[in-house]
């Protein structure tokens, strides 16, 4: 497996600290056409994001701001990306036995200004989204752009650390620990966010849903 120097990094991360920072990690080409898909898709592909799932979910300016698309195989920069999720998927599925069933993601468009405030991206107990996983978008992103993306740790409000949106930058974290935020830009910031997720499916009820 090409990547698995990379997935054997991510691994070792997540084992003992909970979170990986990979800079370029995201293979150049995968990186280079999703890229140029996320700017050819026509506005109305887009929707605005909200907070929560199915009943739950709120759309709200003062919470985030940033604008969507959620990625299928459809293209063949997305099925590049869903395949090469899995592999991280089984790879880590194998090291660390998080029994991650399912993969979800989309697009993010954030324009200049736009921002998502700190939160987390799965609650503890729900047994949902187990595992973050974010990616940017963005060539030649310089830090005084702005749009860094901020992880804190589960106590506390002294931030871990600060990444920039630079593209192939590759962010992976447990859901359920680490809040975290996105912070205005001076300008468009293209990334993608996905989620792990395990099987939680009880009787007549079906999680994850299709």
Not at 27 to 38: F, G, H, N, R, Y
Not at 49 to 63: M, P, Y
Not at 94 to 114: C, M, N, T, V
Request: one cysteine or more; a negative charge.
């Amino acid at each position: 497996m090409a990547e698995q120097p990379l997935f054997e990094q991510i691994a070792n991360d997540i084992y003992s600290q909970g979170y990986s920072v990979r800079e370029a990690a995201l293979p150049a080409s995968l990186a280079s056409a999703l890229a140029e898909q996320v700017r050819s898709l026509p506005d109305d592909s887009f929707s605005r994001a909200g907070i929560g799932r199915q009943q739950d979910h709120l759309k709200t300016e003062q919470v985030r701001r940033d604008e969507i698309c959620w990625i299928d195989d459809s293209t063949s920069a997305g099925a590049d990306w869903l395949e090469w999720t899995g592999e991280l998927q089984n790879y880590i599925n194998r090291r660390l036995f998080l029994g991650l069933f399912s993969f979800e993601s989309h697009f993010a468009h954030y324009r200049a200004g736009d921002f998502y405030k700190t939160h987390l991206d799965a609650f503890r107990g729900q047994q949902n989204r187990v595992l973050t996983v974010v990616t940017y978008l963005n060539p030649d992103w310089q830090r005084e752009y702005g749009g860094d993306l901020v992880i804190y740790p589960e106590q506390g409000d002294a931030p871990l650390m600060h990444v920039p949106p630079a593209m192939g930058t590759l962010v992976v974290f447990l859901s359920e620990e680490f809040p975290h935020e996105v912070l205005p830009a001076d300008r468009d910031r293209y990334s993608i966010a996905g989620w792990y997720r395990i099987n939680s499916s009880a009787g007549s009820s079906v999680d994850p849903e299709s």
